[in-house]
């Protein structure tokens, strides 16, 4: 049995069908952008097939190097940033390897939810999801940063 995309989790069979009718399928080649840091965020996109890198760039011994945040493949959802002010994306993302993925604009996803609020309320709740798990992934980070940090300062 094939999982339902996070993205769709809660809908009927026709509601997905209906919202995948308003998403492109695009292609981005391995080691290709689909976007950097501060780019307008016009579009979510779920994972088709194939898997993006989510990065930031930081200093690391002296130099620029792409820190490696989180990946999203198969199933999962991406860029959303679209739906959320000022929308513009906070990440960069790198396909790993070729990959296909649905593109949801912002203004059509929206007239989406206007004409049907019910699945508008249902995506939002599972795009909330997915922020809440990027802000876990952040927050450890953090806390991670600031144990190394004490531990230091006891040395």
Do not use: C, K
Not at 64 to 70: A, F, G, L, Q, S
Not at 84 to 95: C, S
């Amino acid at each position: 049995m094939t999982r339902q995309p996070e993205l769709y989790a809660g809908l009927s069979d026709a509601d997905t069908a209906a919202l995948t009718a308003i998403a492109s399928t695009i292609r981005v080649e391995a080691g290709d952008v689909l976007f950097r840091i501060g780019d307008p965020a016009a579009s979510l996109y779920l994972v088709e097939n194939g898997r993006i890198e989510l990065s930031m760039p930081m200093q690391v011994a002296g130099h620029d190097e792409e820190v490696r945040v989180e990946e999203r493949s198969t199933g999962q959802t991406l860029g959303w940033s679209t739906l959320v002010p000022p929308h513009r994306f906070i990440l960069n993302a790198t396909a790993a390897v070729t990959t296909d993925l649905l593109a949801f604009p912002r203004d059509t996803l929206l007239e989406h939810f206007a004409a049907r609020p019910d699945v508008g309320y249902v995506v939002l709740g599972n795009v909330a999801a997915i922020v809440g798990q990027r802000l876990q992934v952040f927050q450890t980070m953090w806390l991670r940063q600031m144990q190394r940090m004490v531990n230091l300062s006891h040395v």
